[in-house]
């Protein structure tokens, strides 16, 4: 049978992967799919359980398993212990022992959430843009790292590296994307200023030159971060480094109408990955019921895709999200003139809908 590892994680994260698991149950209970899916701890709640944020048993099922559904770690009750011991090191340490080094992130627009957008609706509307952002390298990985006290100052650094081979895997990855889509691919980088950077167009130009029907060009992130908000259709797929692909990510969510919408997957080498919505773990709206669980949802969709090849029900599960949109259901974080409903009833809908 297969599984999915469901990590639920902190703050909103439980409540909307509750909604996601119910999801998996009802296209299970429709197509025979068997999928099974034991839950583990992980971030905070983890640390309080086990004193740390990704306890080895829990390391070990997303290892046996076949994917892996996040829903969101951290808390402000955890800023105050060591770093080593934080929820968001339980990400970075998962990424890294699984090896997930691409990160895909969508930003589309449902067009019933034209007016969610914070951005005006001849602007967003059509909006499909894929951010390729590389997961296991960069900044957040590179040492030597730390904090230290020198000529009585304090002080804090972290290195920025990247290897040739890091930056040619993300590359194929953007550009194989790139194939099923509009055939362009955009590389984000900071070239006029760092040495890295140069390195990372150099190697994004000759893995370019392997596939000659994909249109390729180049932007510094700081005009990047501006062409997002000013003109965002010009993208297709979007390839970039970790730090910089946390940073648009984050600001192409909101084009969308709200973060809650917005659904990630993080990739090995073959297709194994981790599954999980954009947006944090929110703890201003832990437990009122109201958090969003459709990036959660369009994670599991994301999942059936990439992981288990089955895109038919990738497909019925956007539907069902589109349709359950279409009939006005709408969470706080997305409503405009709306009634708001809750993190359940939208789960419901969605459900009905499949």
Not at 21 to 47: D, L, S
Not at 176 to 201: F, G, I, Q
Not at 266 to 274: C, E, I, P, R, V
Request: charged share 20%; glycine share 8%.
């Amino acid at each position: 049978m297969p599984k999915i590892a469901i990590l639920p994680g902190d703050g909103i994260g439980p409540e909307v992967a509750e909604q996601a698991v119910r999801v998996i149950e009802a296209i299970n209970a429709k197509h025979n799919t068997g999928f099974e899916c034991p839950t583990a701890p992980m971030g905070g709640t983890a640390y309080d359980l086990h004193g740390h944020p990704l306890p080895p048993a829990t390391l070990a099922l997303a290892q046996e398993c076949d994917a892996v559904l996040l829903g969101a770690v951290g808390g402000p009750q955890w800023e105050a212990i060591k770093r080593e011991h934080r929820p968001e090191r339980a990400l970075l340490g998962i990424r890294k022992a699984l090896n997930l080094f691409a990160n895909l992130r969508p930003a589309t627009l449902f067009p019933q959430l034209a007016e969610a957008s914070t951005l005006k609706p001849e602007v967003v509307s059509g909006l499909d843009i894929m951010i390729v952002r590389e997961l296991t390298g960069g900044i957040y990985f590179g040492q030597p790292r730390g904090l230290e006290t020198r000529d009585g100052e304090r002080m804090g650094f972290n290195t920025l590296t990247y290897t040739e081979s890091e930056i040619r895997r993300i590359g194929h990855v953007a550009f194989r994307t790139a194939l099923l889509r509009d055939k362009r691919v955009c590389s984000v980088d900071k070239a006029n200023v760092l040495e890295v950077s140069e390195l990372w167009r150099e190697i994004m130009i000759s893995v370019g030159e392997e596939y000659p029907e994909v249109e390729l060009s180049h932007m510094y992130i700081d005009n990047a971060c501006m062409q997002l908000v000013r003109a965002p259709k010009q993208f297709d797929v979007v390839v970039t480094t970790n730090l910089f692909g946390d940073i648009l990510s984050d600001a192409a969510s909101m084009l969308t109408g709200s973060i809650g919408m917005l659904p990630s997957a993080s990739l090995d080498q073959n297709g194994k990955g981790m599954y999980e919505p954009v947006h944090g773990s929110a703890p201003d709206i832990q437990g009122q019921g109201i958090a969003n669980p459709l990036a959660t949802i369009l994670s599991v969709a994301m999942m059936m895709r990439s992981t288990f090849k089955l895109p038919e029900i990738a497909a019925s599960i956007e539907n069902a999200v589109a349709e359950s949109l279409e009939s006005g259901l709408r969470t706080a974080d997305i409503a405009t003139s709306q009634t708001p409903c809750s993190t359940s009833e939208m789960g419901d809908a969605v459900i009905s809908k499949l």
